[in-house]
């Protein structure tokens, strides 16, 4: 089956950033493996149990697993809850850490790029229920996201001549109950944007959105899922010889 997957790039300025295209790249591949990775799952679970369900849906540290399949299909190199601090590393209980690092070799000229990620998970109605703005809880995940990139970015000690990229990754799925459809993806981007700018973010923006098949209804608990935006907060440093 081919997945309907739409890339948005409109609030990335590529040449304004430090390995921009290579941080491009290595986002839309990394969203593309997670929403494969995401449609196996669901495959495989209708075909085994004959259950209709996407790890997607579940709680930030529920869908960890398939974040970590979607890396690896990108570099062997990753680990879940590292230390930020190379000082820190033999106590981690008592330092700064990171949803996920991994190391990536196409970086410029050649070196290894470090991409330390932060996850989080949210929601928007797309029904008549709710408003054009995100659920007040969600508006505040989003908002710790933003706090938590900006804090490793200020904490991340430096480990040799590797460039350093910051992804704030937030998975939000549109769902619907039944009745008239109102919202779409577009408000859940002019929220996410208005959000960063009142955050004084100094960061980019990338966008990628699965919309699922309008014959399948997968249904998490009362509600059905209409599509999913993995949107991408991107900080970067650059560190010179």
């Not at 098949?213 to 599509?227: A, D, G, L, S, Y």
Request: hydrophobic letters at 35%; charged letters at 25%; glycine letters at 4%.
């Amino acid at each position: 089956m081919k997945l309907n997957i739409k890339p948005d790039n409109r609030f990335f300025r590529t040449h304004s950033i430090a390995d921009g295209r290579i941080i491009s790249k290595f986002f839309h591949r990394l969203a593309r493996n997670v929403f494969n990775q995401s449609y196996r799952y669901w495959h495989s679970i209708e075909e085994i149990g004959g259950m209709v369900d996407l790890s997607l849906l579940y709680r930030e540290r529920n869908i960890y697993s398939t974040i970590s399949v979607a890396i690896d299909k990108l570099t062997p190199v990753h680990l879940t809850e590292w230390s930020i601090s190379q000082l820190d590393h033999d106590s981690l209980d008592n330092s700064r850490r990171v949803d996920f690092w991994c190391l990536f070799k196409d970086g410029k000229q050649g070196k290894p790029l470090n991409f330390f990620i932060e996850v989080k998970k949210g929601w928007y109605c797309l029904n008549q229920a709710s408003n054009e703005s995100l659920h007040c809880v969600v508006e505040k995940s989003f908002s710790s996201l933003i706090d938590q990139i900006k804090t490793i970015k200020a904490t991340r000690q430096h480990w040799g001549e590797f460039n350093d990229a910051y992804l704030g990754v937030f998975v939000i799925e549109g769902y619907y109950s039944d009745g008239k459809e109102y919202y779409d993806e577009t408000y859940i981007i002019k929220n996410l944007k208005s959000i960063m700018k009142s955050s004084n973010l100094d960061g980019h923006l990338l966008l990628f959105t699965w919309f699922l098949p309008e014959h399948v209804n997968v249904q998490w608990e009362k509600n059905k899922c209409r599509f999913i935006t993995i949107a991408c907060i991107v900080q970067q440093n650059t560190y010179e010889k």
